[in-house]
């Protein structure tokens, strides 16, 4: 844990700092007081990404991407809250003091952190093997060489050679004072009783990096003819790496996925070498094991477009559609890539250039739909059982997709394609969705005879949020707490002054006017508890919050200079809004107050309906005097916005 203090003066310092802290990623140009250029979130030709040094803030008006330093190194890096402070701290000197760990913890991150250490030490180890040893150059290069692949390629991959010696690594490392233990850990050494050797003597080296770029594990490949021996060797699973989470290449793909908004995926380690070489780096490699969710997931924090790449072996793509079902359950939009006879991603990305490759890729990549009905079809030919079978196929691959629009959309193109009535797919997938929701519910649901089991809770998803029917008039609110929170509504009255903030508290308060969004109530309480016990403007507040979203929302509800309301448009253009809090401020909060008063008014009157048809005259007349109550209200806040709605 890193203390309050010194996150607050890293990321006052990062903010007021923000255009160096992005110039390290994006090319900046000034414009007015702000600086202009292309964002590294999402694929633009024209820049609409925008850093105000004034404010602290970053915004994308192309993606909607937005906040202060530290939500730019989160999203750009995939740091986490703690590894972003470390980064900004690291990058303007100021010392990060941890709390103390428990013994366990302290052991716990002492060993991971060793493990990371003595791997990029075998990095760096095997890098000037290849480089600077006659039998690195003479082997491990000059494999490299005939491969094709360029020495700027060699270096960004940080490639590598293990000698043949039994144990140059293992030897060398504690000569350096890196303990055996560790090297075990790591799996680079192998120790039984009293023989200690290299796990990859002999190979050519592909280090694996985490999304940090820290190096987590290697994959070697043997230059022997053996066939008792395995081509390829990965390092086992350890505390630092879980082949199954981990996809090879993604540190040097996310920021062009990101930028692409779509990710490559290949099988192997040449295959991504050599796309890259070619002028494509958004794409990854699952290093020849079976594509798994948390691998996928990975993606999915970048993009949520996926062509996959199959050669032409017909015997691997029939093994390979399971992973497609698996990419489709994870909400992933899929298209596949099949790549002519005899070729593979690593030998059909060398003979093209960026242009030809990606001009190839755009018109030839298939729908999944198309792509599984056609190759399976070829199977099926005739025979009308195979044809059902296909069609329970195909229809169990559209039942795993999560969104119903999409799913509808993939039913209609499926009838299409296998002729096949729309509504009997559509009953067919609601079988099976039914089918796999009751496995869910049995293996979710705990057995009779373990009572003191709690039972499982249906919760709703976490990125699923209510339907906001006021989510203009509250964003207007939020943008005046945060622009102005801090200045008086009435400057004019020495006595009664109030600010923009306590007023806006004090009126959404006595009313209850909580949002159905949470983390507008959120930015509400913790202004709530900040302003009384200081002066501090309300924007330096939101923007260097230690809060994410806080920071993040207060980021986009600024975020443009001249961001006007119809509320502004109806008083003209508005110059100095400081001038105008004292009409503008009441006028929003009493706009929120009206939308809800004229909602709770049609509920009362489709009540009232209901209770004619009752005959219910005592509850009638209740209610006839509840909305004549109301409408007085209504009529009385229309009153105060001069007679008729603004917003």
Sequence with gaps: ???????????????????????????????????????????????SFTVSPHKGIFKCFGCGEGGNALNFIMKHDQLSFVDAVKYLGKKFNIHIEEEEYSPE????????????????????????????????????????????????????????????????????????????????????????????????????????????????????????????????????????????????????????????DRCYLVEGYTDVL???????????????????????????????????????????????????????????????????????????????????????????????????????????????????????????????????????????????????????LVQETGKMQKKKQEEDFRRNTPRPNAPNQPAPQVTQPANAAPANPFELEEREILRFLVKYGEKMVNPNEEENKVSVGQYILHELKQDDLLSVNPIYNKMMDAYDGFSANTETPALKFFVNNTDPDLSKLASDLVGKEHDLSRIHQKFGVVTNADDLLSNLVPKVVAELKWKKVKIVLKEKRLLLQQMENEGNMEALLELMQELNTWQQVLAHISKELGGRTIV
Excluded: W
């Excluded at 007021?16 to 633009?44: A, K, M, W």
């Excluded at 996926?306 to 992973?323: E, F, M, N, V």
């Design 105 to 260: 913890q302290l052991k716990q991150k002492n060993e991971r952190e060793s493990m990371l250490v003595i791997s990029e030490y075998a990095g760096h180890y095997y890098s000037k093997s290849l480089n600077e040893t006659d039998e690195g150059k003479s082997v491990g290069l000059s494999y490299f060489r005939s491969r094709g692949f360029r020495d700027d390629i060699i270096t960004k991959f940080q490639l590598g050679y293990s000698p043949e010696q039994k144990d140059a690594l293992t030897q060398e490392a504690q000569k350096q004072g890196y303990k055996l233990e560790y090297l075990e850990k790591t799996g680079l050494s192998i120790v039984r009783d009293n023989y200690q050797a290299d796990r990859f003597r002999g190979r050519v080296m592909f280090p694996i990096h985490s999304l940090a770029g820290k190096v987590i594990a290697f994959g070697g490949r043997i230059l022997k003819t053996d066939k008792k021996t395995a081509k390829y060797l990965n390092s086992p699973e350890s505390e630092i790496y879980h082949k199954s989470r981990v996809l090879y290449g993604i540190y040097q793909a996310k920021q062009e996925i990101t930028r692409q």
């Design 1 to 47: 844990m890193i203390d309050q203090v010194t996150v607050e003066k890293v990321l006052e310092t990062a903010n007021s700092q923000i255009v160096e802290v992005v110039s390290d990623f994006v090319t900046l140009r000034r414009r007015g007081i702000n600086y202009l250029g292309n964002c590294p979130f999402h694929n633009e030709k024209t820049p």
């Design 274 to 424: 050599s796309f890259h070489q070619s002028g494509i780096s958004n794409v990854v490699a699952s290093s020849g094991t079976a594509l798994t969710s948390d691998q996928i997931r990975l993606v999915a924090r970048f993009t949520k477009n996926i062509t996959i790449i199959y050669d032409g072996d017909p015997a691997g793509l029939k093994a390979s559609l399971r992973g497609i079902d698996l990419v489709l359950s994870e909400g992933m939009n899929v298209k596949i890539l099949l790549l002519p006879d005899g070729e593979d991603p690593d030998t059909f990305a060398k003979e093209r250039n960026e242009e030809q490759l990606t001009q190839y890729i755009d018109e030839h990549q298939q729908d999944f739909i198309k792509f599984k009905t056609s190759l399976l079809l070829e199977d099926a030919k005739n025979d009308p059982i195979k044809k059902a079978q296909l069609i329970q196929d195909i229809v169990r691959s559209i039942s795993t997709i999560p969104d119903s629009i999409t799913r509808s959309v993939y039913v209609k193109e499926c009838s299409t394609l296998l002729k096949v009535d729309e509504r009997v």
